[in-house]
Every structure is written in C-alpha cells, then in structure tokens.
C-alpha cells in the first residue's frame, strides 16, 4: 500500500469510527432501505455463504443473514473497528446468530478462496482506492456459479459525490477545495469513480474481473428526513463528514444555513423533507 492510500484509508477508518454511534440512527432513511432493496435484488438462498464488505452496522448483512437461515452464515468486514462493534451489537438486539463481523481491510480480504456463494457490498465499494482490482479479488472468493451486488452513488461529473443533483446548486463544487486532494471531483472521478459512472465501464470492468451476466439498475431510493436540521446532521454522520471536517467555520455555517432553509421549504408543513437519491444496483456471475 503507497503512503497515499494509507494516509486515505486512515481517515476513510476515522470518520466512520467517530460516525459509529450515530450512523444511520438520525431519523434518517436511505441507508436501510437501499440495504434492503440491495438485498432482494441480490436474493440470497436459505444455506448460503454471504460475505459483506464494508458492513456499516449490517444494512445488508443483517437482512441476508435472516434470508440464508440457519444453515448459512454471513460475514461482515469492515474497515472501522468501531463501525464492527456496533454491527455485532444490532445483530445480538435482532436476535440473529448465523453472523460474523471482523475488522478488515475489504479491498484486501484475507479469506479462503471459493468460500462464499454471495458477496455484497452497499456504498462501500466507492470507499476502495482500487476498486477494480479488489472486485477480481472478490472474483476468487467466490465458489462456482457464485454472485456479487453492490450499489453505488449514480455519478456524474459536475453533481456533489454521494448527493443527489438537486445538492449541486447548494453545494458549490468550490468548496471541494477544502478537501484533501484525493477528494477533489476531478480526482474523485479519475481515481475512484470514473468507471462506475458509465454502465458500459462497468460492465467492461466486471468482466475483466471475471464476471459474466453484469446487470446495471439505477433506482431511486426515497429518503426521508424529520426536517432540514435533521438531514444536515445525518450528514455529518456519512461520507460528507469528509467535508465538514474540512470546511473553515465560517463556510460551514453558511452551508449548514443555505441546506437547512432549502430542505425545509420542500417540506408540506410539518411533514418530512423527501428526497430521491438515485442510486445504481449492479449484479453479477462469477464466470465459472
Ligand atoms: C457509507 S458506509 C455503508 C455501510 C453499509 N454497507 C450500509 O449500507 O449502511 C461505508 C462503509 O464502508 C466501510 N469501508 C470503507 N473503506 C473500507 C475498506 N477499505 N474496507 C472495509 N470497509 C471499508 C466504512 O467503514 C463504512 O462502514
């Protein structure tokens, strides 16, 4: 690993253990119900072997783990020690005992090959600098006939990374350049993210990975929030943390202000703030 990387997933790791606690648990809905829908899309069978990378407190995990029963097992990984803490919480609150969760770094799994029948991974996949070579890595997890699904932002080049476009008039793309480097759009898009942006990438990409039967589905998912407020402190609670951590004070409050007011006026009275949040479902075969 180049110092780069490093010095990336050391704060990748940071923010999510500082998010731990409260992580989609602010009256906040989008993570659950893309968890979910992940999972349906995905359809893991009674007996099955799931692994899920960058399990967050277990969106998906915990619903796979009731669908493959019993007889089957699921393991989470993820980077944020703290994140691993809670999710074995939640699964001992939900009663669910078929799951593992273990600190890891995902984009290096250090996990039998042919071990698993399903792997997952929701919002997590865009945190790896490297994504496209750890999915032929998850390639050689996978026993025969095995499958991955994952989602991810749907991107485009001028749209704030992780929001949905009605935040890019809020948002000014200026205010990118309080982040590290790495996190700029330009670089964002060449490192990370140009190929999930382009479906025809992404298919070229799962199949060098050694996948076959790549299918792309943007969906949006209803999110709602109790209000603006509660909407801009969920959001300190997930990847655009990396910005406020970053923002000088002044320019903070400005933006906290400007999103507060905007997302407050798309409410109907005392009703919530609903947004759609297009987000891209991607499934595939491992070609064996
Ligand atoms: C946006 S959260 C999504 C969590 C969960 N999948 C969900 O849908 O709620 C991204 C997660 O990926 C984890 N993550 C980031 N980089 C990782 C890596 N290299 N290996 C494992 N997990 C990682 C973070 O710690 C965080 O829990």
């Not at 619903?63 to 980077?79: E, K």
């Not at 991955?148 to 485009?156: G, W």
């Not at 402190?233 to 997930?238: I, R």
């Amino acid at each position: 690993m180049t110092r780069d990387t490093a010095a990336y997933k050391a704060k990748v790791t940071d923010a999510f253990n500082e998010a731990a606690a409260i992580y989609d648990r602010m009256g906040v809905e989008f993570f659950t119900p893309m968890g979910r829908r992940l999972v349906e899309r995905a359809a893991p069978r009674p007996g099955e072997r799931v692994l899920d990378i960058g399990c967050g407190l277990g969106a998906t995990l915990l619903p796979a783990a009731r669908l493959i029963g019993p007889a089957g097992r699921a393991l989470g990984v993820d980077i944020a020690p703290a994140m691993v803490e809670e999710a074995r919480r939640e699964a001992g609150r939900q009663g669910i005992g078929n799951v593992e969760v273990r600190v890891m770094d995902g984009e290096h799994p250090d996990l039998p090959a042919r071990s698993f029948d399903l792997i997952l991974g929701s919002y997590s996949v865009i945190f790896l600098p490297d994504a496209r070579a750890a999915l032929a890595r998850f390639a050689r997890l996978l026993a025969d006939g095995g499958r991955i699904a994952f989602t991810s932002p749907v991107f485009a080049r001028d749209t704030f990374p992780f929001l949905p476009p009605m935040f890019t008039e809020l948002i000014p793309l200026d205010l990118l350049r309080h982040l590290p480097e790495s996190w700029h759009p330009e670089q964002l898009h060449r490192q990370l993210h140009s190929w999930l942006e382009h479906p025809a990438d992404l298919t070229a990409a799962l199949r060098r990975a050694g996948f076959t039967d790549v299918r792309i589905a943007d969906e949006p998912v209803p999110m709602t929030a109790a209000s603006g407020t509660a909407w801009v402190d969920w959001s300190h609670t997930q990847g655009m943390r990396l910005l406020w951590q970053h923002l000088p004070g002044e320019e903070a409050a400005a933006l906290r202000t400007r999103l507060v007011t905007a997302l407050d006026a798309l409410r109907e009275g005392d009703g919530p703030v609903r947004i759609e949040v297009p987000v891209r479902y991607v499934t595939a075969t491992v070609a064996r």
